[in-house]
Structure formats: structure tokens, C-alpha cells
């Protein structure tokens, strides 16, 4: 809803019992972000239990403590000896076996310091500002092909982008590029019958590699957890022969092999890189676009002022963060913010209520592309901040600069994704005209 027609003020009255079951329903995100639900949670029940119930043929789960202001969130995500993201990984569904969560446990994402400092240090030069820059300037050139005249789809538009720039920083044929989208909807769709079993790349197109990986894609029982080793068995055949394979001495990947990994840790770094790096700008994007949309007045006050497209970017991901939640595990028994939390609980931090919380941000449900200081979370928080936030604030201003340069007008209705996890967009129905 644009400026031009105000947004009523959230309620935050009591409106009767609180329906947190909602919060973790994929289907609630289908029809958006329940920011209103985020708002009544913070003055309410900022710290509480939410249900975690069986969904089509996932299995209920125990239940688990959502964190929903933001002082709490960032203590969540800056205490890992309280709160590990080792114990339980960091997806809110459990891992179906033992097994499958000592592999997952390999990856950088799941693990606590010092262990996560070892793994951080190993790829961190692949992301320095130094080596960011160096990529400026071929980003540009390829946002600026992105875009031609007519209608289009923004979404695949937009997934071009962060598809390329990661096959360009891991050593990734060219042609095998749609690989790393197909993986990425797989692992992080699969609540949306539309991504769960997407595969767009076209066997004759890929490399010998990358044919390879087509031919060792498993099939799944329904439910099965598509993070699980089993479910991803052609990705990983496609890491280990693209190791092998010739490589840039500057790539992501020959500073995996030079690193001394363990097969299981570097099996999910690739997962890592192929899947997060790519998914969250792939909905950044989009989410971004659409914003800029619903308030032609600041997209018109940024036409007008682009010195402001660095403090529209951050507004734009505190708006639309990509990532919604991450978990955490309760490392001993402990109290926040007057809830006592068991040992072995799991504990969820909500990042885009957290992006939401008055207390931090001046009119929060407003978008204002200069907005300044913007203390959003939506690359995390501590030691697990996001490695990669440069490289996807290079990407997004880069799209969003070459789009000021164009007309874009709605050409159909968005349709959001199914995703208790990410804050994505299917369809993007657009037209686009050069000013």
C-alpha cells in the first residue's frame, strides 16, 4: 500500500487469544508476512511456546520458543554458549535421523566458535570488500543486460542475477548454472508444491559434469527432508567431480580443497554457498521491487534522489528481509525475558519482527527510502553474520540503480511462496519500459 493511501495503524490492543499456531504454519505465509501477529507477540507474549504441527506429510514436531523483539533476538544470535546452533541445527524441523543430523552439523551454518571460526576463515577471502570490488564492475555489465522492454516475469529475471555471480565466485560452468537454481528451490521450496520438485535444467545443455549430476538425482518419499545427505545425493556428486575438475586458484571452491575439510564439511559447504547464497537474493529481489511498488511515492523520491539507493537498499531488506527465522538450540537451562527455557529447547528468533519492533525503529510499518540509522537484522546478528552481505548489497544496488533507468508498472498479481522460512515471490508479473 503506497503513502499516497496510508497504512491504518496495527492494533495492538488485545484481540482475544493470541492464534500462535499461525506462526508456524506454511500457509500463513502464503498470504504474507502476519506482521500483525509479530506486533501483538511483542507487547504480549514476546518470548513464548509455539505449536509445531504435522504438515501434509511432515510429521508434528515438539514445539519450540519464538523470539519476536529485537534486544532479544540479537542476544539470541550473539550468545552462542547459550544458544548453539550445533545441537539442533538451524532449521526449525528436525532432522529425521540421528545421521541426518550429524551431517548437517558439517555445515558452517550449523556450527558454534571455534569450529565455525575455522570453517568462516577458510572461504572469508572470497568475500573480502577487496574482492567484492573486483566483481563491481562484471556484475554491472550483467544487470545490465537483465533487462529489455515488455512483459516479463521479474522473479526469473531477477534469479539470473545471484545464480551467475555465485557460478562466477565457486568455478561453476557456465552452462551448468541452472543447476544451482534447482537445488536452491528444492532445499528451500519444499513447503510450496511448486519449487519441492523443480528441475529446469535441460540435460542436453550441461556439462559432463553437470549431466552427471542430473543422472544421480535420487527419488524421494513424500516428506522426506530435502536437506537430508540422501535427498541432495546429485548435488554432492556434482561438488566432488567439479573438484576434481580444473579450477581458478581465486575460486571458493580451491579455497574448500585447500582448506583440509572433511568430506562432510565440505559436501556442505558447497551446499552452503549453492543454496543460500543464490535463494536469498533470488527473493530479495523480487520482495524489493515489489515494495518499491506498493509506494510509488518513495520510488519517485528515489528517481529523484539516487544518493539515497544505499539507505533504500538497507530499507528495502529491513522491509523485506529474505530469511524470516532462523533456530537456535537452548544449550542449559536458562530464563529470557521471564520465560524459563529448558535445556535442549529449541528457540526461534523471528528477524522479521525483530525489523518491525518500535522500540528500535521510528514508525516501523513505514517504508522510507531514507531511512537512517536502519539497525535491521536481516543479515543476522554475531558470529553468524551473513559472509556473503557485501557481495548481496553489491547485487541489489547494482539492480536497483540500473532499474531507476526504467518504467516498471504491475502486469498481473504477485503470488508469494509457501514458506514458514523465506520471505519469497513465485511470480512477479511486470512491464518494463526504458525512460
Given at each position: 500500500?503506497?503513502?499516497?493511501?496510508?497504512?491504518?495503524?496495527?492494533?495492538?490492543?488485545?484481540?482475544?487469544?493470541?492464534?500462535?499456531?499461525?506462526?508456524?504454519?506454511?500457509?500463513?505465509?502464503?498470504?504474507?508476512?502476519?506482521?500483525?501477529?509479530?506486533?501483538?507477540?511483542?507487547?504480549?507474549?514476546?518470548?513464548?511456546?509455539?505449536?509445531?504441527?504435522?504438515?501434509?506429510?511432515?510429521?508434528?514436531?515438539?514445539?519450540?520458543?519464538?523470539?519476536?523483539?529485537?534486544?532479544?533476538?540479537?542476544?539470541?544470535?550473539?550468545?552462542?554458549?547459550?544458544?548453539?546452533?550445533?545441537?539442533?541445527?538451524?532449521?526449525?524441523?528436525?532432522?529425521?535421523?540421528?545421521?541426518?543430523?550429524?551431517?548437517?552439523?558439517?555445515?558452517?551454518?550449523?556450527?558454534?566458535?571455534?569450529?565455525?571460526?575455522?570453517?568462516?576463515?577458510?572461504?572469508?577471502?572470497?568475500?573480502?570488500?577487496?574482492?567484492?570490488?573486483?566483481?563491481?564492475?562484471?556484475?554491472?555489465?550483467?544487470?545490465?543486460?537483465?533487462?529489455?522492454?515488455?512483459?516479463?516475469?521479474?522473479?526469473?529475471?531477477?534469479?539470473?542475477l545471484p545464480v551467475w555471480t555465485l557460478a562466477h565466485v565457486m568455478g561453476v560452468p557456465g552452462q551448468d548454472r541452472r543447476l544451482l537454481y534447482d537445488w536452491a528451490s528444492?532445499?528451500?521450496?519444499?513447503?510450496?508444491?511448486?519449487?519441492?520438485?523443480?528441475?529446469?535444467?535441460?540435460?542436453?545443455?550441461?556439462?559432463?559434469?553437470?549431466?552427471?549430476?542430473?543422472?544421480?538425482?535420487?527419488?524421494?518419499?513424500?516428506?522426506?527432508?530435502?536437506?537430508?545427505?540422501?535427498?541432495?545425493?546429485?548435488?554432492?556428486?556434482?561438488?566432488?567431480?567439479?573438484?576434481?575438475?580444473?579450477?581458478?586458484?581465486?575460486?571458493?571452491?580451491?579455497?574448500?580443497?585447500?582448506?583440509?575439510?572433511?568430506?562432510?564439511?565440505?559436501?556442505?559447504?558447497?551446499?552452503?554457498?549453492?543454496?543460500?547464497?543464490?535463494?536469498?537474493?533470488?527473493?530479495?529481489?523480487?520482495?524489493?521491487?515489489?515494495?518499491?511498488?506498493?509506494?510509488?511515492?518513495?520510488?519517485?523520491?528515489?528517481?529523484?534522489?539516487?544518493?539515497?539507493?544505499?539507505?533504500?537498499?538497507?530499507?528495502?531488506?529491513?522491509?523485506?528481509?529474505?530469511?524470516?527465522?532462523?533456530?537456535?538450540?537452548?544449550?542449559?537451562?536458562?530464563?529470557?525475558?521471564?520465560?524459563?527455557?529448558?535445556?535442549?529447547?529449541?528457540?526461534?528468533?523471528?528477524?522479521?519482527?525483530?525489523?518491525?519492533?518500535?522500540?528500535?525503529?521510528?514508525?516501523?510499518?513505514?517504508?522510507?527510502?531514507?531511512?537512517?540509522?536502519?539497525?535491521?537484522?536481516?543479515?543476522?546478528?554475531?558470529?553468524?553474520?551473513?559472509?556473503?552481505?557485501?557481495?548481496?548489497?553489491?547485487?541489489?544496488?547494482?539492480?536497483?540503480?540500473?532499474?531507476?533507468?526504467?518504467?516498471?508498472?504491475?502486469?498481473?498479481?504477485?503470488?508469494?511462496?509457501?514458506?514458514?522460512?523465506?520471505?519469497?515471490?513465485?511470480?512477479?508479473?511486470?512491464?518494463?519500459?526504458?525512460?
Amino acid at each position: 500500500m503506497s503513502e499516497e493511501m496510508p497504512q491504518a495503524p496495527v492494533d495492538n490492543s488485545r484481540q482475544g487469544p493470541l492464534p500462535v499456531d499461525d506462526v508456524f504454519l506454511p500457509s500463513t505465509y502464503a498470504q504474507g508476512v502476519p506482521y500483525e501477529l509479530y506486533a501483538r507477540l511483542r507487547l504480549e507474549a514476546p518470548v513464548c511456546r509455539i505449536p509445531e504441527p504435522a504438515v501434509g506429510p511432515w510429521r508434528e514436531g515438539p514445539g519450540y520458543w519464538g523470539v519476536f523483539r529485537h534486544a532479544d533476538v540479537k542476544h539470541v544470535l550473539r550468545t552462542p554458549a547459550d544458544f548453539s546452533s550445533h545441537l539442533g541445527a538451524t532449521q526449525i524441523r528436525d532432522p529425521d535421523t540421528p545421521a541426518d543430523l550429524a551431517f548437517v552439523q558439517s555445515m558452517m551454518l550449523n556450527t558454534d566458535p571455534p569450529d565455525h571460526s575455522r570453517l568462516r576463515r577458510i572461504v572469508a577471502a572470497a568475500f573480502t570488500p577487496r574482492a567484492v570490488r573486483a566483481l563491481e564492475r562484471t556484475i554491472a555489465e550483467r544487470v545490465a543486460s537483465l533487462f529489455a522492454e515488455g512483459e516479463c516475469d521479474f522473479v526469473d529475471v531477477a534469479a539470473d542475477l545471484p545464480v551467475w555471480t555465485l557460478a562466477h565466485v565457486m568455478g561453476v560452468p557456465g552452462q551448468d548454472r541452472r543447476l544451482l537454481y534447482d537445488w536452491a528451490s528444492r532445499v528451500i521450496g519444499y513447503q510450496d508444491a511448486d519449487y519441492a520438485g523443480l528441475s529446469t535444467a535441460e540435460a542436453a545443455s550441461l556439462s559432463p559434469i553437470g549431466r552427471l549430476a542430473v543422472a544421480s538425482r535420487p527419488e524421494l518419499r513424500p516428506g522426506a527432508n530435502p536437506r537430508s545427505r540422501a535427498a541432495l545425493e546429485d548435488m554432492f556428486a556434482y561438488a566432488h567431480a567439479l573438484a576434481r575438475a580444473p579450477l581458478d586458484d581465486e575460486s571458493v571452491m580451491a579455497a574448500m580443497l585447500r582448506g583440509g575439510l572433511t568430506e562432510a564439511e565440505f559436501e556442505n559447504m558447497f551446499f552452503l554457498f549453492a543454496v543460500a547464497g543464490n535463494e536469498t537474493l533470488r527473493n530479495g529481489i523480487p520482495g524489493g521491487l515489489l515494495t518499491l511498488l506498493e509506494h510509488p511515492g518513495q520510488l519517485a523520491r528515489l528517481r529523484e534522489n539516487p544518493a539515497l539507493l544505499g539507505t533504500a537498499v538497507e530499507e528495502m531488506l529491513r522491509f523485506w528481509p529474505p530469511v524470516m527465522d532462523f533456530r537456535r538450540t537452548a544449550t542449559r537451562d536458562l530464563v529470557l525475558d521471564g520465560q524459563r527455557i529448558g535445556a535442549g529447547e529449541k528457540v526461534v528468533v523471528y528477524h522479521a519482527s525483530a525489523n518491525r519492533d518500535p522500540s528500535v525503529f521510528a514508525d516501523p510499518d513505514r517504508f522510507d527510502v531514507g531511512r537512517t540509522p536502519n539497525d535491521h537484522v536481516s543479515f543476522g546478528f554475531g558470529p553468524h553474520f551473513c559472509l556473503g552481505a557485501h557481495l548481496a548489497r553489491v547485487q541489489l544496488r547494482a539492480v536497483f540503480g540500473e532499474l531507476l533507468a526504467w518504467d516498471v508498472t504491475p502486469a498481473g498479481t504477485p503470488q508469494r511462496l509457501t514458506s514458514n522460512f523465506q520471505n519469497g515471490l513465485k511470480r512477479l508479473p511486470v512491464r518494463l519500459r526504458r525512460r
